[in-house]
């Protein structure tokens, strides 16, 4: 099993719609989770960080399932602009490796 | 903007020769991380330096090996330069080791002949 899975995608969505990504991990003990958005041949850009409780930033929505061993991010009425591969990221907290997803495309439609 | 550079923006290299890149880190961050993303892939962890000790390494053979200076900024050195070494190589720099948020400049394009 890998340590950080995604499903690759795309998804290919209209504008306005919501869509989730869900982000399953192996190591029990990971303490950190993040959400990256990256822009092709660019830069991940931090989006959010992952927190226990949830937390919302706009339209963007992160939970944590620690019983389950995955995160998710919600996006609500999506615009063009969020077309971009989405990178979960979960920190080991034994050897301080970030361990990266391989990304989800997501493809907002006019 | 996240503060992070690196230099130089591209690079081609030829088999067999040696390459360094180089990163500064956000003002006030004590820790940087090294990635390699090819391309269709998440970036993968070369290693991390923390107040100039490395303190945890990915899975990449010792002919990858990096510095962090006083002042944090921080060098990537990779020897005998193979054709599968050819790949974006992202620096990130956090507030401290352990967790912490990471911030990415944005990357070295290195191509091996």
């Known amino acids: 099993r890998k340590e950080v899975e995604q499903d690759p995608g795309p998804f290919n969505v209209p504008e306005g719609a919501t869509v989730a990504f869900n982000c399953t991990y192996s190591n029990s003990a990971s303490q950190s989770f993040f959400w990256y958005r990256q822009d092709c041949r660019k830069e991940p850009k931090l989006l959010m960080s992952?927190?226990?409780s949830g937390n919302e930033d706009g339209r963007f929505t992160a939970q944590l399932n620690r019983a389950s061993q995955y995160i998710s991010l919600l996006i609500r009425d999506s615009k063009l602009s969020d077309s971009a591969t989405y990178l979960c990221v979960v920190n080991d907290p034994g050897t301080y490796k970030y361990i990266f997803g391989t990304g989800t495309r997501l493809k907002v439609l006019a | 903007e996240t503060g992070v550079t690196q230099s130089p923006t591209h690079l081609i290299k030829t088999r067999g020769q040696q390459v360094t890149l180089r990163c500064s880190s956000q003002?006030?961050?004590?820790?940087v991380s090294w990635y390699q993303q090819a391309l269709g892939q998440g970036p993968q962890f070369i290693f991390q330096y923390y107040r100039e000790e490395e303190n945890g390494r990915g899975n990449f053979p010792p002919r990858f090996s990096g510095l962090q200076f006083p002042n944090y900024s921080s060098e990537l050195n990779v020897n005998a330069l193979e054709l599968d070494d050819s790949a974006l190589y992202l620096c990130?720099?956090?507030?401290?080791?352990?967790?912490?948020?990471?911030?990415f400049g944005p990357g070295t394009r290195l191509t091996v002949t």
């Open positions: 003002s006030g961050h004590n820790t």
């Open positions: 992952v927190y226990s």
């Open positions: 990130a720099s956090s507030p401290s080791q352990g967790g912490f948020e990471q911030y």
